[in-house]
C-alpha cells in the first residue's frame, strides 16, 4: 500500500474511532431517561384506573398513527378518536376499574421507549358483578417537545 494511501486510512479510521467515542460521551451526558419513561406509564395506568378520558388523552401523543389494543378490542383503534371511543366505552362497562402495572420493564433507545408489565385487574360491572384478571401489555413512548407521549398501546389476557 502506497504511503498517501495509508496515511488517508488512518486518518479515517482514528476519525470514525473518535466520532464513536464523542457519541459515548455525549450518551455519558445524557442518559436515558427510565424515571421520566416510567412517570409517563404510571399516568397511563392512573388515568385508566381514575376513568379520567381527559387525563387519559394528555398521555397520548396526538400523532395520527396512534395505536392501541385492548384486552376487549376485535380491532385495533387506529388514531385518538379511536382510542377516546374505545376508552369511553370501557368505562361505561366498568363504573369501577383499577388496573396495576407489575414487573414492569424498560427499555430506551434514543427518542423511543418501550415498556412491558402484566396488569393486574380489577372490574366491577355495571350488574355488580367483580372480575379480577392479569393481562400482559406492552406500551411504545416517543419523546416530544420534551415529553414522553403513548404512541402504541397493546394489553392481552393472560390465559389461567
Keep these: 500500500m502506497n504511503k498517501p494511501l495509508a496515511l488517508v486510512l488512518g486518518t479515517l479510521v482514528a476519525s470514525i474511532s473518535m466520532m464513536g467515542v464523542m457519541a459515548l460521551s455525549a450518551f455519558a451526558e445524557n442518559p ?11 399516568a397511563f395506568y392512573a388515568a385508566l384506573s381514575a376513568r379520567d378520558i381527559g ?21 385495533v383503534d387506529v388514531g385518538l378518536d379511536a382510542f ?9 362497562m366498568f363504573p369501577e376499574l383499577k388496573v396495576t402495572p407489575e414487573h414492569v420493564q424498560i427499555r430506551i433507545v434514543g427518542a423511543v421507549a ?17 372480575l379480577t384478571g392479569s393481562n400482559f401489555g406492552t406500551s411504545i413512548f416517543e419523546k416530544e417537545g ?14 389461567k
Design 32 to 42: 436515558p431517561e427510565p424515571g421520566a419513561v416510567r412517570a409517563a406509564n404510571a
Design 55 to 75: 387525563a387519559m388523552m394528555k398521555v397520548w401523543s396526538t400523532k395520527s398513527e396512534v395505536r392501541h389494543i385492548g384486552p376487549r378490542n376485535k380491532e
Design 84 to 92: 377516546r371511543k374505545d376508552m369511553q366505552e370501557t368505562f361505561e
Design 114 to 130: 418501550w415498556v412491558s408489565a402484566i396488569e393486574d385487574t380489577e372490574r366491577k360491572t355495571k350488574a355488580g358483578e367483580r
Design 146 to 159: 420534551g415529553k414522553w407521549l403513548m404512541v402504541y398501546h397493546h394489553s392481552s389476557v393472560i390465559p
